[in-house]
């Protein structure tokens, strides 16, 4: 099993600013995956996160909207940039093992 | 394009009986099934899965059934506990795809009532 810290649980944030999020994972791992649950709807992937080289991102992400950092094999984070209201989501960290996912705790964004 | 669908969104059981929850999948890529169990301001948590090889998988209350045919997983939880209530999500992955990507469903609400 893996255990995944993610922080901040929750924020509020301005429209226009950008939050990052961070992901701390208690093993080494080589793909961190980010995910996103907009109210009431199901967990969409965002980006695969590989350390060393460039995210892979899901069809309707981002770069620019979502930069993805992966400085080493334990950790990564996640940058809602130029934020909106339909940003407001929950945000989760996961990792593979084991033939599961195993998430972190999520981020609680709401957007004004 | 939702490859994964839960067409209820809630369900509510008496504390003992059985719960019952469904998936049907579009996409015959699939292979790989899971069901996830979400608590309020805590990340899913891995319930049980199912390889497409098999029709059946059952881990202590939990039984997960595959109908290939029909493209239709279920989840079965017996005796339903007040700790089961939840929100509950079905995920699918495809032998083309990375490990780590899942298409998920919109999730079950379970409320075990006593």
């Known amino acids: 099993s893996a255990v995944i810290s993610q922080k901040p649980s929750r924020d509020i944030c301005q429209r226009g600013t950008s939050l990052t999020i961070q992901c701390q994972v208690d093993?080494?791992?080589?793909?961190m995956f980010w995910y996103r649950q907009q109210p009431g709807q199901s967990l969409t992937l965002i980006a695969t996160?590989?350390?060393?080289?460039?995210?892979?991102?899901e069809s309707g992400f981002v770069i620019d909207k979502f930069p993805i950092s992966r400085p080493n094999l334990t950790f990564s984070t996640l940058t809602v940039s130029n934020m909106s209201p339909e940003d407001s989501s929950i945000y989760l960290c996961?990792?593979?093992?084991?033939?599961?996912?195993?998430f972190g705790s999520g981020t609680q964004l709401s957007v004004l | 394009d939702q490859q994964v669908k839960q067409n209820s969104p809630s369900l509510s059981v008496q504390e003992g009986r059985i719960s019952i929850l469904n998936c049907d999948y579009t996409?015959?890529?699939?292979?790989?099934f899971l069901w996830y169990k979400k608590y309020p301001a805590e990340g899913p948590t891995f319930l049980i899965s199912?390889?497409?090889?098999?029709d059946k998988n059952e881990d202590g209350r939990f039984t997960v059934f595959l109908n290939k045919s029909a493209k239709h997983l279920s989840l079965h939880i017996v005796p339903s506990q007040p700790g089961d209530s939840a929100v509950y999500f079905c995920a699918a992955s495809a032998r083309t795809d990375s490990w780590g990507k899942l298409q998920f469903g919109a999730g079950t609400q379970v409320v075990v009532t006593p």
């Open positions: 199912i390889s497409s090889i098999k």
């Open positions: 996160a590989n350390q060393g080289s460039e995210a892979t991102y």
């Open positions: 996961s990792v593979w093992g084991g033939e599961k996912l195993f």
């Open positions: 093993s080494q791992v080589t793909m």
């Open positions: 996409n015959s890529m699939f292979d790989y």
